[in-house]
Every structure is written in C-alpha cells, then in structure tokens.
C-alpha cells in the first residue's frame, strides 16, 4: 500500500496549503483487483462523432460503439483520496507526518475492511484556516504566480499569506516524490 501526492487536487484553500494525498494498493495487497482496472486511451481530439451543444453524444450507440474499439491499459485507481490542509510554514517533515497518519489510519483501516467514512468521521480534526478568503481570490493569486505574475494584492496581510501559501504549495507539487510513503508490515516508509 502507498500514499503519493496528487497534484490535480493541491491548491489553497480558505489560505491554508491543501494537498490531495492518494492512497493505492499494491499488487501483494488484498482487493488489489477492485482498484487495478482496464481504461479506454482516448485519441488526440477525442470522439469525433455529432454532439450536442454541451459536448455530448448525439448518438449514445455509436459513441458507446467507439469508446469499445479504443484501445486499453490497465491502471491503478486510488481506493482512497483525502485532502489535509496545513500552515505554509508547514515543513517537509511536517507534510511526511501528515502522509504517514493518512496512510496509517485510512490504509490500516482498509485492511480491516473498514467503513473509511466513519473513520473519518471518528478521527476528523479541524482544518487549519487562517482566513475566511473566497476561493476567487485565492485562484487569482494561485493562478498568477502559477504563471509566473505578481499577484494583485487584496489587503497586504492577508496577499502575503496567500501568496506564501501558494508558493508552499508549487513547492510540495514540484517534489511530490518526495513524499511517497509505503506501508510496510509494521510501520510507514517514505521512498527516497
């Protein structure tokens, strides 16, 4: 079983750093075959065949019909994915202790066969949440600094704490593997 750092899901959230950690199963591991499927390869410019305004299939057979002919790869699926949301001073070993509880507590719930929705609901802690920002402002930072831009300052405080939450962000997205953790019989493991 391990924890890996999903990108899609790291953002700032409410001027914390939010960070998306996945946990896979590994082929040793029990239920290994419900999380390891088959998935089409779309092409480049993806179906080709009449659709609606909104992108849709005109014709659900024929698009049904060519999703079948796509070739296939198989793929891991995660069985878990769960957002932690931390200070931008948060360390290294700091985002390590967070993927190893997640990876200790949802995973070795898993193993049980436990409901992950009520562990959660058991261990559930608050977030960390500096400020009340709407997620507007937080993407128009975000997205600046993404692209290499100084942000428009919203209030010189709360700017500067968005801005480092997010540089904290691009940061742990650029070293993902550096985070990687296996659980091993006994303990959590990060890969080096």
Known sequence: MRAVIEPTGCSVRRGAVQIRIDLFLDEKDARYKEHHIQVPVLPEGGYQGKVDDMGQPVDQ??????????????????????????????????????????????????????????????????????????????????????????????????SKHLVRSAIRVLDIVARKDEFKAVLGTKSVRFIE
Request: hydrophobic share 35%.
């Open 61 to 158: 057979k024929d698009f049904d019909k060519w999703m079948k002919s796509l070739p296939k790869v198989w793929q891991d699926t995660p069985f878990h994915s769960h957002f932690i949301q931390l200070s931008p001073d948060a360390t290294d070993a700091d985002v390590k202790k967070e993927v190893k509880k997640v990876l200790d507590g949802f995973g070795g719930e898993y193993e049980k066969g436990g409901d992950l929705v009520a562990y959660y609901h058991r261990n559930k802690k608050r977030h960390y949440k500096p400020f009340n920002v709407d997620a507007k402002t937080e993407a128009l930072v975000f997205n600046a600094l993404r692209e290499g831009k100084t942000p428009a300052l919203v209030g010189e405080t709360i």
